[in-house]
C-alpha cells in the first residue's frame, strides 16, 4: 500500500518503476481530491504480470513537485 497526503486537489501521477527506470505501472493519473489517500499495488504491470520480486521505485507527480521513494516487493 502506498500512503500519501495532499495538501490540494488537483492532477496527481503515481508510478511504479524498475531498477533500469522502466514505468511498469500506472496506478493514478488523473485529479484526486485533498487530503489523505492510498492506493494498493499487487505486485503486476500494466498488462496484469506478476513482476519479480526485488526493489522497485514509486514516483508521485503533483502540482509541479516530485516524490520518488523506494519500495521492496516480497511475497
Known amino acids: 500500500m502506498i ?4 495538501p490540494r486537489g ?9 531498477v533500469r527506470g522502466r514505468c511498469v505501472r500506472s496506478l493514478l493519473d488523473g485529479q484526486v481530491a485533498a487530503g489523505e489517500g492510498a492506493v494498493v499495488w499487487r505486485g503486476r504491470d500494466d498488462q496484469g ?4 520480486d526485488g526493489v522497485y ?3 508521485l507527480e ?3 513537485r516530485t516524490l520518488t521513494r523506494k519500495l521492496l516487493l516480497v511475497r
Request: charged letters at 25%; proline letters at 0%; aromatic letters at 18%.
Open 57 to 59: 521505485f514509486y514516483r
Open 3 to 6: 500512503s500519501f497526503a495532499l
Open 10 to 18: 488537483g492532477d496527481v501521477r503515481l508510478r511504479i518503476f524498475d
Open 49 to 52: 504480470r506478476q513482476l519479480a
Open 62 to 64: 503533483h502540482a509541479g
